[in-house]
């Protein structure tokens, strides 16, 4: 098992930056990759940025140049650092870890999100 909770969610102004945190505890061997994902209100869960055991990063497209996802080198937490907060960036943003449980087999595991509100 493992378990992930996101924190640093809050309030900003735009043009500010925030931290975001996701504590990881349980079998993190078992981590092949993590990352973050965002969720606006009613729309669908979308990718922002992943992060694999080797360390290969990757964006989506929209958060290019002001989303910096990383990790400490244990897998004991993931980081996303959100620069030039917009107010469309209002969204709860949410941490997952996708496991490799057998050969070929992954189970993606989801925190509880943390909340984004970008003021203008």
């Known amino acids: 098992q493992v378990q992930l909770e996101e924190s640093g969610g809050g309030l900003v102004q735009a043009g500010g930056s925030l931290s975001l945190s996701c504590a990881v505890s349980g079998n993190i061997f078992s981590i092949d990759s993590m990352g973050w994902y965002r969720q606006f209100p009613g729309k669908e869960r979308e990718l922002v940025a992943r992060i694999t055991r080797g360390g290969d990063i990757t964006y989506a497209d929209s958060v290019k140049g002001r989303f910096t996802i990383s990790r400490d080198s244990a897998w004991n937490t993931l980081y996303l650092q959100i620069d030039s907060l917009k107010p469309e960036d209002t969204a709860v943003f949410y941490c997952?870890?996708?496991?490799?449980?057998?050969?070929?087999?992954?189970?993606?595991?989801w925190g509880q999100g943390t909340g984004v509100t970008v003021s203008s």
């Open positions: 997952s870890a996708m496991r490799l449980i057998s050969r070929n087999k992954y189970l993606e595991v």
